[in-house]
């Protein structure tokens, strides 16, 4: 079952890095963070970035719960990363859907293609040092690519946001992204989603 850690914004790359080194295997079976390829306009130009999906959140699969939590807090180095009370649930049925279509229709594990040497993360390590340690871990959600119409509407999609056309809330196609509504950790919450459209080809990393 997949259960979420909350911790502090910007430090979701260290909480996983520190669990991964100290606690027990035997207590999980994956720990990772999700991140998304997104754009900045720099002088009226787009360029490649990367940002945590769901900021301050770290996943884990286990079957022992319980058990993982109770060595989770048990850490000096891990427990400053965490609130009081709400900092550990497992998710929904759907939410765990929505994730695992995250990273079968839009994720690259990064076991072959050598990516961007432009896109960072707020961590010690760069990204490309954390995957080349441990290459199942993290997730790098790529831009779904979209089709407009003469209005400037997305009328058709692919990778993951083909399942969530009816969710759109917002979509803003200069920077690149679109926001939708869904449920998740418990109630209705907005997730900003980058989108590609097929004139940009420097996007050649992108499915």
Not at 16 to 35: A, G, M, Q, T
Request: glycine share 6%; proline share 3%; charged share 35%.
């Amino acid at each position: 079952m997949w259960h979420v850690i909350q911790t502090i914004t910007g430090k979701e790359q260290e909480l996983e890095n520190v669990i991964w080194k100290v606690i027990d295997r035997e207590c999980y079976h994956n720990c990772f963070v999700l991140y998304q390829e997104c754009f900045r306009r720099k002088k009226g130009e787009l360029e490649r970035d990367m940002e945590p999906l769901f900021p301050s959140y770290v996943f884990v699969e286990t079957d022992r719960p319980e058990e993982f939590f109770v060595e989770l807090k048990r850490l000096p180095k891990v427990s400053r990363f965490l609130g009081m009370d709400g900092c550990f649930w497992g998710i929904y049925e759907e939410e765990e859907l929505f994730l695992q279509r995250l990273m079968e229709e839009g994720c690259d594990q990064r076991k072959e293609e050598k990516f961007s040497e432009r896109l960072l993360v707020n961590s010690k390590k760069s990204v490309e040092e954390n995957w080349a340690e441990e290459p199942k871990r993290n997730c790098l959600i790529y831009p779904s690519l979209v089709w407009v119409d003469e209005k400037g509407q997305i009328v058709r999609a692919e990778g993951v946001l083909k399942f969530y056309m009816d969710k759109i809330v917002k979509q803003r196609l200069r920077k690149r992204s679109v926001v939708i509504e869904i449920p998740f950790g418990g109630q209705l919450r907005r997730i900003r989603l980058g989108i590609r459209l097929e004139e940009d080809e420097f996007l050649s990393g992108a499915k």
